[in-house]
């Protein structure tokens, strides 16, 4: 009997810069994203970091929900305050909001019914990026 390969527990991304103020994010399995900062289109980090925590809790959710209903809407919006003050720049008031809609009948019943289970056990526990924000875990910085 063989064990399944168990899926490495460690993270990296890289960043590289391509241009002033502007760099490309790759991850371990070759996938890359822009990310800029000033008035680009593309993302800034702050943003990345707001899109990460509606990401991550939107796949807890929609992997439960889901299995019950297909939903009609599913839409997660993050906002927050950027502060800048004597501790440095932060954000606060952090709000994830959920706009779902499921079909109507027994299965977008059963959908509606475990919503909210999903989304405090989302952000309670499952949700990686937002269990990390809400811990507030050190970063390491080294320079090579």
């Known amino acids: 009997m063989t064990t399944p390969a168990r899926q490495s527990s460690h993270r990296s991304v890289r960043i590289e810069r391509v241009a002033s103020s502007e760099y490309v994010a790759t991850n371990a399995r070759g996938g890359q994203l ?11 980090p702050v943003e990345l970091l707001m899109a990460a925590i509606a990401g991550c809790t939107a796949v807890d959710v929609d992997l439960v929900t889901s299995r019950r209903a297909e939903p009609e809407q599913f839409n997660v919006t993050v906002d927050a305050e950027k502060v800048r003050d004597a501790t440095g720049n932060y954000l606060s008031d952090i709000a994830v909001t959920f ?21 405090r056990k989302s952000h309670d526990r499952l949700c990686t990026v937002g269990v990390t924000v809400e811990r507030g875990t050190p970063i390491a910085t080294r320079i090579e």
Do not use: Y
Request: proline share 6%; no cysteine; aromatic share 6%.
């Open 34 to 44: 822009k990310m800029a900062s000033g008035d680009s289109a593309d993302f800034s």
């Open 99 to 119: 706009r779902i809609r499921f079909p109507e009948g027994a299965d977008g019943d059963k959908a509606r019914e475990v919503l909210p289970d999903i989304v």
